[in-house]
């Protein structure tokens, strides 16, 4: 089965520092993967996911991440943070075909922007 | 624009009550899915059904938990006897087609706190 580890559940930047959060992944397969955004009281925002196109993958409000399929690793980038940035993030990998499609999240990781 | 919605958002069931939560998905979605989310954690797969059809109940807890989707569009889960351990926050998903790669849309979520 798929899993995922995201090291650090809280991650401390300034505004306009480099932001990054780390995930990486266990899987047998070709992983499919994902990173969401969850603001306060609100429900889960996908900011960009990779289906085995381009390794580099943008997605919005300016995150990026990359594929590195020797790593193992899916880490989210954003060059420059906003304090509307503020939230908490969760990487996730999609199962195995032949299963139900659901997806298998990392424990998250809460981004703080200092001014 | 018609995202998911769930309700109620809140709800507060004494120890041992029943609680049924409504998920309506995005219109035409074949694929849905439910999640619990308990604190600090990140979500984790209950059940997923595409169309009217229950393709994978194996995340569900135990035999008090129960989840439909008759007509394939709106779905209620169902908790019977609740227990402490079920407090959590409840999140729906759809998906257009039912693939790995289809990004799922998550609706807000019901907070259910059972004293």
């Known amino acids: 089965a798929q899993s995922v580890t995201q090291l650090g559940s809280h991650v401390s930047v300034s505004e306009g520092a480099l932001v990054l959060l780390r995930c990486n992944y266990s899987s047998s397969v070709p992983p499919y993967l994902f990173w969401y955004v969850q603001y306060p009281n609100q429900g889960l925002q996908l900011l960009l996911k990779y289906t085995s196109a381009a390794t580099l993958v943008k997605g919005i409000n ?3 991440a990359e594929f590195k399929k020797s790593e193992t690793s899916f880490h989210l ?3 420059s943070a906003h304090m509307s940035d503020a939230a908490e993030y969760f990487c996730a990998v999609s199962e195995m075909p032949g299963g139900s499609e659901k997806l298998v999240f990392g424990k998250g990781t809460k981004l703080t922007v200092n001014p | 624009g018609a995202g998911v919605s769930q309700s109620p958002r809140y709800k507060v069931a004494k120890r041992g009550q029943d609680v049924a939560l409504r998920c309506d998905p995005i219109s035409g979605h074949v694929s ?3 999640y619990q989310q308990a604190l600090g954690q990140g979500p984790e797969f209950l059940t997923y059904f595409q169309n009217e059809a229950q ?4 995340g569900l807890p135990s035999d ?3 989840a439909e989707r008759p007509e394939g569009s709106v779905s209620t889960l169902k908790i019977q006897r609740t227990q402490q351990e079920d407090s959590a926050v409840y999140l729906c998903a759809s998906s257009p087609q039912g693939m790995r790669t289809d990004t799922q849309y998550f609706g807000p979520g019901t907070r259910l706190t059972v004293l």
């Open chain 2, 55 to 58: 393709l994978d109940k194996s």
């Open chain 1, 77 to 79: 980038t954003k060059p």
């Open chain 2, 32 to 34: 849905l899915f439910w």
């Open chain 2, 64 to 66: 008090r938990f129960f």
């Open chain 1, 62 to 64: 300016g995150f990026e």
